[in-house]
């Protein structure tokens, strides 16, 4: 069995409900206290053994590659001013020369398709897919968990997570086999079902484990939910011919694609920090107090 070596950060979708902050800054650039969400992904891909980071990209996206650059001037500028403590912050997020690789999606056409934007990097190797935007809190990072089942079982494993029966129209939802702990057997996927004939309430978390057949079906090109090429299409036509496994979540995901779940995510991070979480908690009690 082949490890999981490469990792696809698709990140060309146009953040529209994020507006007016994304129509120069990409979402995935919005800090959630003072980290952008693209690097919380990077540190959750790199803790499972991740050494390939692809980053499927689109216009005005370039912050992102400047992120994890070098910034040579602001590096003498620290290192004269003895600022051993941010350096280390700007040093952390670095890659090696060569791990990371930029394809742009040039459309966003929707998440099949920019997976499908770096199968000539993925070649025939199982990969990860990282959505920067589901950040989630957990002791152990939720890919590394992931590569765990992987190891055991092979094939394709996905990240889930329960919904409220009627929120099944916004997610990738999955018909449940056997169960075993937290371990699902996956029979069948559909995106965004109507909550009637939503086959369960257990969704799909932006965190997948995927066999790079899932290419050749993709490749089709067939528009699905919301007219987007969508990945969990393709992904059911691997059911049946490799395992599929559903993890459940045993973090707290957060919806940074939303207004709401990304403040909710500052708070929670913030809360958690030794350096502010006191102060933090204070000033929230006395703003509801108010
Ligand atoms: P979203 O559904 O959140 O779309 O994409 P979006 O365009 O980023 O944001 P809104 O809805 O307009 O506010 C889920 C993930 O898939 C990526 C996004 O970057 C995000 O990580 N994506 C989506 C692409 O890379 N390309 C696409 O064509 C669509």
């Known amino acids: 069995m082949k490890p999981v070596r490469k990792a696809i950060f698709p990140v060309g979708g146009l953040g529209t409900r994020f507006l007016p902050a994304t129509k120069a800054l990409p979402k995935e650039m919005l800090p959630v206290v003072d980290k952008p ?7 959750e891909a790199r803790a499972a053994g991740v050494e390939e980071f692809i980053f499927v990209t689109g216009r005005g996206k370039s912050a992102i590659e400047d992120h994890f650059d070098n910034h040579q001037e602001l590096e003498r500028t620290l290192t004269e001013r003895g600022k051993e403590t941010e350096l280390g912050l700007i040093n952390g997020s670095k890659l090696q020369p060569g791990q990371i690789a930029y394809v742009r999606q040039m459309s966003p056409l929707g998440l099949g398709h920019a997976v499908w934007c770096a199968r000539n990097l993925i070649g025939d190797e199982p990969f990860a897919v990282l959505l920067a935007d589901d950040l989630i809190k957990s002791d152990k990072p939720t890919l590394v ?12 494993v996905v990240s889930l997570m329960e919904v409220p029966h009627e929120h099944t129209s916004r997610y990738g939802v999955v018909t449940p086999g056997a169960m075993k702990g937290e371990l699902v057997e996956i029979e069948g996927l ?13 969704a799909i978390v932006g965190r997948y484990i995927l066999q790079p057949q899932v290419m050749t079906y993709l490749g089709e090109g067939k528009s699905g939910a919301g007219n987007e090429i969508q990945l969990t299409d393709s992904m059911l036509e691997l059911v049946g ?19 709401v779940g990304f403040l909710e995510a500052g708070i929670a991070f913030g809360l958690d920090r030794p350096d502010m979480g006191a102060e933090l908690r204070d000033r929230i009690s006395a703003l509801l107090s108010e």
């Open 37 to 43: 969400l693209i690097e919380y992904a990077v540190e």
């Open 145 to 156: 968990e992931m590569v765990e089942v992987y190891e055991e079982h092979g094939g394709n």
């Open 241 to 259: 011919q490799s395992p599929f496994h559903g993890l459940r979540l045993s973090g707290r995901r957060f919806d940074c694609g939303n207004k």
């Open 190 to 202: 559909v995106e965004k079902p109507d909550p009637a004939d939503a086959p369960s309430n257990l």
